[in-house]
């Protein structure tokens, strides 16, 4: 596919030989693998139904009304009530539940009891419910579904528009970089939150829209970085060369000096993750984040720290919290090692 | 930034100083903006309430339905005293100069919400964050310089790793959580520590011992989960600063002419690791004073940043300006503040 120069390989082993960062990486890919494959997992849609001598496989797909099975309803069959009921029929009828039957969406209500209801495995909420009787090990792992995802988006946004705007202030200079400069300081002076808690409090913020205010207001943290590289790079005298040899703008910067300021990008990437986590479910912890009832770890820490009575609401997401990361730092702790070419020589006292 | 050109230090600071005004310009208007155009201002939480209040006149009782109508809704007359009042009856730039204007005077305007001048909410709220950001920078200090040397003299042995796993979860997690973590543990589970504000009710009563003493108590959750969000940066700065001058040449030097190792870390190596500490003092000033509301509002501590986030929630935009003076003004002169700092530390450095 690509080939690996010795540079990036040596790296890469430096990284594998601290394991506190290679074990995190496993670790947080399989989190990753997991939470993406969440419905096969986690899920009130059963993994897999026989029934006269059919198959069907509900979790992926359009839904089946309660009578594809017999039942005596049009909407989406309940599977673990058809588990009960073909269990009483004792028939050659099959369903298989995922390990945690319940959807993040779902409240399960019971008669003359009120949520939250405390872990309990009988009933299969491993982790309890919340205040309205939803599964938090279901909303946790989607949570962090949306969390991460929310991350990722707002990290490929902002590094595009950073490292843009931050290469084109260190290339070009002159009126461009100090009108530029006026106005990042500005930028970054307002204090985001207050207009993202303004903003947020108008509209109903969906998804796209609140990665879009983030990434308004986040893309100056790289531009900083990506400005003083880009000058120290173009200073060099391999820039010159391509100047003389007739480079365009174009081929200098992009065919010179982003693969040379760009290597280093790798190493904030971890600390982007988490500052994403963070950014968002501080949001919802306020309640200016994503509308309910998505799942996220804000809302979840925000009835948690509401129902102290309910300890397992609060223990579940931050320890969740505190676990994920944790790994993400040590990931990010590792690379930047690894990319360090600095190692330091000490005496021996 | 940073150049070895000489030029006097205070033309530099001069043109910083002068810098200050255009971007401090800049956020307020930006800020004053936004807050012109967002709806449910006070005057449409004014009219809601007042229709909200009519309701609840028409559900408890038909006596008198005469007068409902008019007290339901404000008549046009009314509206437009509001619109002056609050100054919506002019164009944005206008009332931005306006605003401005009473600011340069030292007149922030009186809060939409209690009527009381937004200087005084202020003032008394800024005491109990200045507290607990300068306990905080203090405790930080004192655990990450020496924490920072211990880790660089043992850099690679074992207390080295456990104590940078610890550091790297405390930096992983958001304080505010961590926050969270210690009330949940501390005060609701075990109660050991109250669950909150600055002080408890019957303050006034207390002897000045118990005074002090209940200013710590209610001080050691907050304060531990501002630390445990700061102390990270600080302790890797210092570490990573003494490896760097524990390498160079100098300290080589001094180990060749028979000076003891401890006697190159203490006198030659500690002193020089210290300077880019110093940059990061004069941008704590602004979080200093102003303080995370999230941690906060957790612990309901009336200070900074509740007050401004309090006063988001609540459109109260005079306040909301008012804090934006503050803490941008204290964000700005905090970075030129940070610059004086390096110079004294450092004397080779010379700004342009």
């Known amino acids: 596919m690509f080939s690996l120069d010795p540079i ?62 017999g039942l005596d309803y049009d909407y989406e069959t309940n599977y673990r009530d058809l588990k009960k009921v073909f269990l009483d029929q004792s028939s050659n009828n099959f369903v298989l539940l995922p390990i945690v039957p319940w959807s993040a969406y779902e409240s399960d209500l019971k008669d003359g009891q009120y949520p939250p209801f405390a872990p309990s495995i009988d009933q299969r909420h491993f982790l309890g419910t919340d205040t309205t009787g939803r599964d938090i090990l279901a909303r946790l792992v989607y949570g962090f579904r949306t969390a991460i995802s929310f991350s990722m988006l707002l990290l490929i946004a902002t590094y595009s528009i950073g490292v843009s705007v931050g290469c084109a202030m260190g290339y070009f200079g002159g009126k461009f970089d100090i009108i530029l400069q006026r106005i990042i300081e500005i930028w970054s002076n307002v204090p985001f939150l207050y207009v993202i808690m303004i903003v947020s409090s108008i509209i109903v913020p969906r998804f796209g829209i609140l990665v879009a205010i983030m990434v308004f207001f986040d893309w100056i943290g790289m531009t900083w970085y990506m400005r003083t590289s880009t000058y120290k790079e173009k200073a060099r005298e391999y820039t010159s060369a391509a100047k003389a040899l007739g480079a365009s703008h174009f081929r200098i ?97 | 930034m940073l150049q070895c050109e000489s030029e006097p230090m205070t033309e530099y600071l001069l043109r910083r100083l002068l810098l200050i005004i255009p971007t401090f310009l800049g956020i307020t208007m930006l800020v004053f903006i936004v807050t012109r155009f967002v709806p449910g201002g006070p005057i449409e939480k004014l009219i809601l309430s007042k229709q909200m209040g009519s309701m609840d006149g028409k559900s408890s009782g038909m006596s008198s339905t005469s007068g409902r109508a008019s007290q339901g809704t404000l008549s046009e007359e009314q509206l437009e005293q509001l619109n002056a009042y609050y100054g919506f009856d002019k164009p944005v730039i206008t009332a931005y100069f306006i605003w401005l204007g009473k600011v340069l005077q030292f007149d922030l305007g009186n809060s939409t919400r209690y009527g009381e001048p937004v200087w005084d909410s202020i003032k008394s709220r800024l005491p109990i964050s200045a507290f607990y950001g300068f306990s905080t920078m203090l405790i930080t200090y004192l655990i990450c310089i020496p924490l920072g040397v211990l880790k660089a003299v043992r850099h690679k042995t074992w207390f080295d790793n456990i104590s940078s796993i610890f550091v790297f979860i405390g930096y992983a997690i958001p304080g505010y959580v961590v926050g969270i973590l210690l009330m949940v543990v501390f ?17 006034e009563d207390l002897t000045t011992p118990q005074k002090i003493l209940d200013v710590i108590r209610h001080a050691v959750l907050p304060l531990t989960a501002y630390v445990v969000g700061s102390f990270a940066l600080m302790t890797f700065m210092m570490k990573n600063n003494l490896l760097d001058q524990l390498s160079s040449d100098y300290v080589r030097t001094a180990i060749a002419k028979g000076c003891s190792y401890r006697r190159a870390v203490v006198m030659h190596a500690f002193r020089n690791s210290l300077i880019p500490l110093a940059t990061n003092f004069g941008n704590n ?15 309901n501590i009336d200070g900074m940043g509740l007050l401004g986030y309090e006063s988001i929630v609540e459109r109260d935009y005079p306040i909301v300006m008012g804090v934006l003076v503050i803490s941008a003004l204290l964000q700005l002169t905090g970075n030129i503040l940070s610059d004086i700092c390096v110079a004294i530390v450092d004397p080779r450095i010379q700004f342009r």
Not at chain 1, 9 to 32: D, E, H, N, Q, V
Not at chain 2, 188 to 193: I, M, R, V
Request: charged content about 15%; proline content about 5%; hydrophobic content about 50%.
């Open chain 2, 285 to 299: 000033i602004a979080f200093l004073l102003s303080g995370s509301f999230l941690i906060e509002k957790i612990f």
């Open chain 1, 253 to 349: 910067i992009f065919n010179h000096i982003l693969p040379n300021v760009l290597s280093v990008l790798v190493t904030f990437i971890p600390f982007s993750v988490t500052g994403g986590i963070v950014s968002l479910t501080s949001l919802d912890y306020l309640g200016f984040g994503l509308p309910p009832p998505t799942p996220s770890w804000g809302e979840l820490l925000a009835q948690g720290t509401a129902n102290l009575q309910a300890l397992w609401i609060v223990t579940s997401v931050t320890v969740a919290m505190i676990v994920v990361l944790t790994m993400v730092t040590f990931i990010g702790e590792a690379i930047r090692e690894a990319f360090d070419p600095k190692q330091y020589s000490t005496f021996e006292s």
């Open chain 2, 187 to 203: 005060a609701s589970k075990l109660e050991w520590l109250p669950m909150g504000k600055f002080i408890s009710d019957g303050f």
């Open chain 1, 8 to 69: 990036t390989k040596k790296k890469f082993a430096r990284f594998r030989s601290i394991r506190r960062g290679w074990w995190s990486l496993i670790c947080f890919t399989l989190l990753l693998i997991l939470s993406f494959g969440a419905e096969l997992l986690i899920s009130n849609r059963a993994l897999f139904v026989k029934y006269e001598g059919k198959f069907y496989f509900p979790t992926y797909g359009s839904i089946y009304p309660g009578k594809t099975f």
